[in-house]
Structure formats: C-alpha cells, structure tokens
C-alpha cells in the first residue's frame, strides 16, 4: 500500500473517466484515496493503492517475461505510452539499458517497417499535400498551448532502411520519447510530425494496409512550397520551438538545412548532432594522445559511408580543421576519403550531391577500397629512400674530418691543459670542486690594484669589474661594493678568510681573485 503522494493531481476540469482516458493524466492505481474522491475516480479503479515504483517494477516483470522478442516488448510499452505517459517514463528512466534499445534503435526499425500492420492509437500530427493552404488551421487542432521540440520527418530516409513513407512515424515518436526520459522535457511539450508527401516503395504502395498517402513522392518546388508552409505554420503557432529534421533523404537534408537555418531555429540530428558527437570522440583522442587540438588539421580521415550521418560528420570535421589553422576549405577536403557501398567516391563518378562533390577526390580513381585507398596513402607519406641515404659512410671531403697537420697538433695539445692543471682555478677567479677542498692549494699570481681614480670631490671611486665578470643579481652587486674593497692580503680579511666557510663563490662577485664569501 502506498502512502499520500506529496503533491497532488491537478487536472483542472477534467474528472472521473476523461482523467483515465488521457494518457498525461493518468496514473492508474497511484491514484490516493484523497485524489480518488477528489476527481471522482472512486470505484472505477481497484481498490489497491500502488506507488509509481511498484508500478515500475510489476510492468518490468511482465515485460521480461516476453523473452527475446523486441517487437513484443516494444508493443507492450507502445500500450503503456498510449495509456499512462508517466508511468512510461519512469520505466525509461529506472532500466534505461534495457529498454532505450526498445524504443529507439535497433527496434525502432522493425516498428516502422510494421507501423500500419500494428497501428492502434494515433499520436502526432500527420499532414500531407492535400492539406496545402490549410497547415496553419491544421496546427491550431494540436490542444497544447506550447511547444518546445517538434521532431518531423518525411520518411524518405528511415535508418538504413529507405523510403517507408508514412511508416516512418515511429521515428519522430521514438525520439520525443528519449527527449522526455533523459532530456528534462515535459511529455506535453514536444510534437512528432509526420510529412506525408508520397513514397517511391512499391510494396508499400500495393500494401492494402498501407496508411499513407497512394502517389509517389513529391519533388522539386512542389516538395519545398509545402515544407515551406509548414514552416510557417509551425512558427506561427508555437514562435520559440525547436524543429529538428529527422531522416531526411541524403539528396535533401542538407538543401533543407540550408534553407531555413537562418530564419528559424532548426537543426538535423543526422548531420549536426552526428558530426558534434565523432568530433567530441576525435578532440578526446588528441588529447589522450597528448597532442593539442590544432593538430586535427593534419589529419586524415576515412568516412565510410556517405549519406547524410556520413557527410555530415565530414563537414563538422572540415570546419573544425579551418578553426584549427588549416589554409583552405580545399585542403581540409583534400584530408578526407568518403566511401559508399561502390567504394570511393571519385569526382567521376555521377549522380552525386552537391555536398558530396566537395569531399570526392581528384587524384584517385573512383570506386577504390579502403585497402587500396590505405595502401596509396601510405606510399605517398613514405617515399621512396634517397640513394645517398643507403651509403656506408660519410661523403669524403665534406662529412669526413681532414687530417690536422702534426705542429698544429703538437701547440694544440701544449694548450690544452693537464688534469693538474684543470684542477687549479682559472684565470677569471673560477675554481673547481677539489681545489675548493684542497687545504694547500697552489699559490696564484695577485691581481694588480685598481687604478685611482678621482671624482667631483677628489675620493677615489669603486673598482668596476670587467662587464663579462660583473653579476647580475642585485644580491650579487651589493655584496660585490662590500667585498671589491677587501685586500686579500690584509689582517682582517685573513680572520674573515678563516672564519668564513669553506664553500665555492656562488657568483663571480668582485674583480679579485677570491673574496671572503668564496673562502
């Protein structure tokens, strides 16, 4: 038994059987007491009080008892959907591995395939060329006051199944319903469309239980005037809503983007939202390689396939290769290798769109295989060794080293010092690890007296260091003013010599040989 639910049912001024009957307000046995009496549902449902997730949980229990049968567990919630839209999704929500593949991909293609054999309830709106001039009357029959996402489709392209016509409505309703399970969106806030505008599926049209509209489908300025209208009917109604294009045939998804993307807010799943989501993939990539995102424009790229998911996740690369500092729109292009069911596509070969002409190649023949596209590439990135890189040894006369004549070998190493004299400091008051700790070291010639110099006043003036032995540190400089004073050979530097420890100079501080500080 459940408890009272915390916020009750406002359902305005419907009651009793019209509450059951709409699949938004209805929630069946979790009606409370207090709900039941409050909108005269006492008595028309069982007496037992359920909550939503015992509800969930009875419904996942039946529904797994059907097996491997997809198609029946995706009738059963095609009921639950047309009678209790809250409980559906919760149940999309609590189990979203194991039902999401039945209300969308891969199941969603077999519903299509028999929508008209499996049709009970009707759900969207489904508009067609005999509404032309009356789409805007049409829209106002849609009983919500507001709309965020409409999903419309004119099933010319479902899946990877072509053209099914008015049998694609499954698509634009399969997808409302992830929209709401995993997307925050209302249930009725979203509107599947179906654009029935013939079909060119001969079984469909000699199909008695075909649903749709007998003609084949429309083209040309005839096709665009009535999206065009529905274009505006749809804005006029509802002038902040989304309209996303869904399964579009390959020849008309881009035009159709083309043409009202500056005018209304609209996008195509198949070509943007697949081409954001493989370059996201490709930018993680990059960055698990450790290279930064400019380097997407050195990129080659295979796309196999070439409809609209396939260009459109070329075009999404290509644009990101221009961001990335690639020079040309023509040299991005020239990074990609599209292929179809024939192969690659080649500028030869006829019959292509617009949008796949700009990915099809110049410098290679059409209708090769990946492998042989692979091998090609391969071989222009590797060419072949230079001849001269396969040679023994250094070219003589220029690699080689010439032989140094004996006298110039004989005064080069009396300059080089012995590794006694390594030891002793060098001439610009440097001295090495073990003179520093030898106890007697070697006497060394004292530095002459600075030279007097008199100033404005008549006293003489700091020694300055020569500027390759002047420190650059203020630290350095001031302790080079106090030590250049200090005479090596006086009585107080002696004391300050002994009691000072025994570290190496840290910095080239004052013109003489030792300081105070380097003792």
């Avoid at 071989?379 to 023994?392: G, K, N, Q």
Wanted: hydrophobic share 35%; with cysteine.
């Amino acid at each position: 038994m459940g408890s009272h639910h915390p916020t009750p049912l406002n359902a305005k001024k419907s009651k009793g059987v019209d509450i059951l009957h709409d699949p938004l307000w209805n929630k069946g046995s979790a009606f409370t007491e207090q709900e039941r009496d409050r909108l005269g549902l006492r008595g028309l449902l069982p007496p037992v009080v359920n909550t939503i997730e015992e509800q969930s949980a009875h419904f996942l229990n039946r529904m797994r008892a059907e097996g491997d049968n997809p198609m029946a567990k995706n009738l059963m919630l095609q009921g639950l959907h047309n009678r209790n839209e809250t409980l559906f999704h919760r149940v999309l929500v609590d189990a979203i591995e194991e039902v999401a593949p039945l209300v969308y991909t891969p199941t969603v293609g077999l519903v299509c395939q028999q929508y008209s054999h499996t049709y009970t309830r009707p759900r969207g709106l489904c508009l067609n060329a005999a509404d032309r001039g009356n789409m805007s009357v049409i829209m106002q029959n849609w009983p919500a006051s507001s709309c965020q996402v409409v999903v419309v489709t004119d099933g010319s392209r479902i899946l990877g199944l072509g053209d099914l016509g008015a049998n694609g409505m499954g698509i634009p309703i399969g997808k409302l319903a992830l929209y709401c399970a995993y997307g925050g969106i209302a249930p009725h806030r979203v509107l599947p469309v179906m654009l029935d505008l013939g079909t060119d599926n001969q079984a469909l049209l000699d199909d008695p239980e075909y649903r749709g509209m007998r003609h084949p489908r429309l083209q040309g300025e005839e096709y665009t005037s009535l999206l065009d209208e529905f274009m505006q009917a749809v804005y006029r109604r509802f002038p902040k809503t989304l309209v996303q294009f869904e399964d579009f045939s390959s020849d008309k998804a881009s035009g159709i983007l083309d043409r009202y993307r500056n005018d209304y807010l609209c996008f195509n799943d198949d070509i943007q939202g697949t081409g954001a989501t493989v370059l996201a993939g490709v930018l993680g990539a990059l960055r698990m390689r450790n290279q930064p995102p400019e380097a997407l424009a050195s990129l080659k790229v295979a796309v196999v396939g070439a409809g609209s998911a396939g260009i459109g996740v070329a075009q999404a690369l290509r644009t990101a290769m221009l961001e990335a500092g690639c020079p040309s729109d023509a040299a991005a292009a020239s990074n990609f290798y599209v292929f179809d069911k024939d192969g690659l596509l080649g500028s030869s070969r006829a019959g292509l769109t617009e949008e796949q002409l700009r990915f099809a190649r110049t410098d290679l023949a059409d209708g090769l295989s990946v492998e042989q596209v692979a091998d090609q590439a391969s071989a222009r990135a590797d060419p072949a060794p230079h001849p001269r890189a396969s040679h023994p040894g250094p070219r003589p006369g220029r690699w080689s080293r010439r032989p140094r004549p004996s006298s110039s070998l004989a005064s080069r190493a009396a300059r080089v010092p012995s590794r006694s004299r390594r030891s002793e400091p060098s001439a610009r008051g440097t001295r090495s690890p073990s003179s520093c700790r030898s106890p007697t070291p070697p006497p060394r010639a004292r530095s002459p007296p600075p030279r007097p110099m008199s100033g404005p006043t008549g006293a003489r003036s700091s020694p300055r260091a020569h500027p390759s032995r002047r420190c650059r540190s203020p630290t350095a400089r001031s302790s080079r003013r106090r030590s250049a004073t200090t005479c090596t050979s006086s009585p107080a530097s002696a004391s300050a010599r002994a009691s000072a420890p025994r570290s190496r100079c840290p910095t080239r501080c004052c013109t003489l040989q030792r300081c105070a500080s380097r003792r």
